[in-house]
């Protein structure tokens, strides 16, 4: 099953590339990678923007946000505490019963397979979460 475009897909993603531009820094440049590589992983993946000015990338749900604070990228996977990390990405919010993040700080690179697959698998647990949801309850 592919997935619709969100109505405002466009304009939330005229806001993304705004957003990367107006960075304009090491900041801006990860995003704009780490967005390619969201895209790569999962080709109808939707961009929103919500909560005042937060990238957001969906596919039957939120998969994850992408936030730039001063020392920062930070990617939070809204079921990263459900979800197999093999490879370690998760570094960040790894208290919660529910969210993981992963910081990016100036300089560093993720493993892009891992990463590739960690949106992979937060797209199949949305999935599965929504069928879950539209089968009858017995």
């Not at 531009?21 to 990860?30: A, K, N, P, S, V």
């Not at 919010?93 to 960690?118: C, P, V, Y």
Request: net charge positive.
């Amino acid at each position: 099953m592919t997935a619709k475009p969100a109505p405002n897909s466009a304009a939330a993603s005229k806001n993304i590339t705004k957003r990367i531009q107006d960075l304009g820094d090491w900041r801006g440049e990860t995003l704009a990678w780490v967005r390619q590589l969201i895209h790569d992983a999962d080709p109808g993946i939707q961009e929103e923007w919500k909560w005042r000015g937060t990238p957001v990338w969906s596919h039957d749900g939120g998969v994850c946000t992408g936030e730039s604070y001063k020392q920062v990228v930070k990617l939070t996977f809204f079921r990263g505490a459900s979800l197999q990390d093999p490879q370690k990405l998760f570094n960040s919010s790894l208290e919660g019963s529910t969210r993981r993040a992963i910081d990016i700080r100036e300089g560093e690179k993720l493993i892009e397979a891992a990463f590739r697959e960690l949106i992979r698998a937060a797209v199949a647990a949305n999935s599965a979460a929504r069928a879950q949801r539209a089968s009858p309850k017995k």
